[in-house]
């Protein structure tokens, strides 16, 4: 079985992960053959990143079920072979899934990842160590996180859907309505000419944040749009969470129905 999939972005190439551990990577023009194959874990692997790249290289990144996170090159040059540059080592279970920051004004590139083991953890991509952990997000197995800049959002077998600003660990809100698991959350970012009415204060601070709404896919068949709450700002812009609890609860905008068993993506 497949268990993990990421096309290219532009270039026509896609790379593909199994349920015994093996990696490919297929040129789309021509699939008869994949161009470079491996074992890259000893169990499933559950998600694929294509993170920064240089001329003729690419660098991918794969989470398994065998606890690690692994970085590895392609080249163009020598297209038969992957390179292993870094192994990730910290979860204590399955890791679900792994997202990818570019840098933003952070001073390195940060790669995330959630699991089993009810926790979010943040790596600096080019040294290969966990510089956050996140542990108090969600009570039971997180199976999927999106990211954008300094917010993380996540979803799991607690059926409900969090957001947090991961610098500080922060639990900003939270969407509660699913009947069963999520498995998939999706932020929806604002374009970047996206701007509400000048006088509109929260306009401007959905502006900053550079999202309003997110999608949650679960296991009751349904997938669900939001509407995310401000969270409040400090005077060096720190969000943090209201104090009125009703503030952080997401609006649930609609559903979407059709689907009769789980959505998964």
């Known amino acids: 079985p497949i268990t993990a999939i990421k096309l290219h972005p532009y270039l026509p190439i896609v790379i593909i992960g199994t349920n015994h551990?093996?990696?490919?990577?297929?040129?789309?023009?021509?699939?008869?053959?994949?161009?470079?194959s491996l074992y890259a874990h000893t169990k499933a692997i559950t998600s694929i990143e294509i993170v920064q790249e240089r001329e003729h290289e690419i660098n991918i990144v794969t989470a398994s079920?065998?606890?690690c996170i692994r970085s590895w090159t392609w080249n163009s040059i020598k297209p038969d072979k992957f390179k292993l540059q870094k192994t990730f080592e910290d979860h204590d279970h399955i890791i679900s899934q792994i997202a990818w920051q570019p840098d933003y004004k952070l001073g390195m590139s940060v790669l995330f990842s959630c699991s089993r083991d009810n926790t979010i953890k943040v790596w600096n991509?080019?040294?290969?160590?966990?510089?956050?952990?996140?542990?108090?997000?969600?009570?039971?197995?997180?199976?999927s996180i999106d990211v954008w800049k300094h917010?993380?959002?996540?979803?799991?077998?607690?059926?409900?859907?969090?957001?947090?600003?991961?610098?500080?660990?922060?639990?900003?809100?939270?969407?509660?309505?699913?009947?069963?698991?999520?498995?998939k959350v999706l932020l929806i970012p604002l374009p970047e000419f996206y701007k509400e009415d000048s006088s509109d204060y929260n306009g401007k601070l959905y502006h900053k944040m550079g999202f309003k709404y997110c999608?949650?896919?679960?296991?009751?068949?349904?997938?669900?749009?939001?509407?995310?709450?401000?969270?409040?700002?400090?005077?060096?812009?720190?969000?943090?969470?209201?104090?009125?609890?009703?503030?952080n609860q997401f609006k649930l905008i609609r559903e979407f129905k059709g689907h009769t068993s789980w959505v998964r993506d």
């Not at 551990?21 to 470079?36: E, F, M, Q, R």
């Open 21 to 36: 551990g093996k990696l490919y990577l297929y040129d789309i023009l021509n699939v008869s053959l994949p161009i470079a």
């Open 65 to 67: 079920k065998d606890l």
């Open 151 to 183: 917010y993380v959002l996540s979803g799991g077998h607690d059926t409900s859907v969090r957001l947090t600003h991961w610098p500080t660990g922060n639990g900003l809100s939270m969407g509660v309505g699913h009947d069963f698991p999520i498995e």
């Open 215 to 247: 999608l949650t896919a679960g296991r009751d068949n349904l997938i669900k749009m939001w509407e995310i709450p401000l969270p409040r700002f400090t005077t060096n812009d720190t969000p943090i969470p209201n104090v009125d609890p009703e503030s």
């Open 125 to 143: 991509l080019h040294e290969g160590w966990c510089v956050k952990t996140i542990k108090n997000a969600h009570s039971d197995w997180i199976r």
